[in-house]
């Protein structure tokens, strides 16, 4: 029997999550790897803080991963969208950052996806 989710599911998540930003904080040098996990899909963009700008994004709904995702786990997928957005990262010419898991454990997906991204040539 799958354990519903709950108000205080998510309260403990938001504040886990508000003690990671406390120190976690992007610049143009070394932009935030922010993920975000739902539960069909991944999501992970680079931030500069200091600007309030995103630098890069990438996601299993954009248009170039989207294709490539299909018919993989969600492991799988989240791990494709690190390699991706580390690669569009190089493009820019990004190759460190600061990782903002936003409160989620770091296992299954998120971890899938960091290891994606330290594949694709970013460092963090």
Request: charged share 35%; hydrophobic share 40%; proline share 2%.
């Amino acid at each position: 029997m799958k354990r519903k989710i709950r108000d205080d599911d998510v309260r403990r998540r938001l504040r886990r999550a508000m003690r990671i930003r406390k120190r976690v904080e992007g610049t143009a040098d070394r932009p935030r790897l922010a993920v975000y996990r739902s539960a069909s899909h991944v999501y992970a963009q680079l931030i500069d803080d200091r600007l309030g700008v995103t630098l890069v994004a990438a996601s299993t709904m954009a248009k170039g991963v989207r294709d490539e995702v299909k018919g993989l786990n969600k492991t799988d997928a989240a791990e494709k969208v690190g390699t991706v957005l580390a690669q569009r990262a190089q493009d820019k010419g990004i190759s460190t950052c600061v990782f903002d898991r936003k409160g989620w454990p770091f296992h299954g997906r998120i971890a899938a996806l960091a290891k994606g991204a330290r594949e694709g040539g970013l460092q963090f």
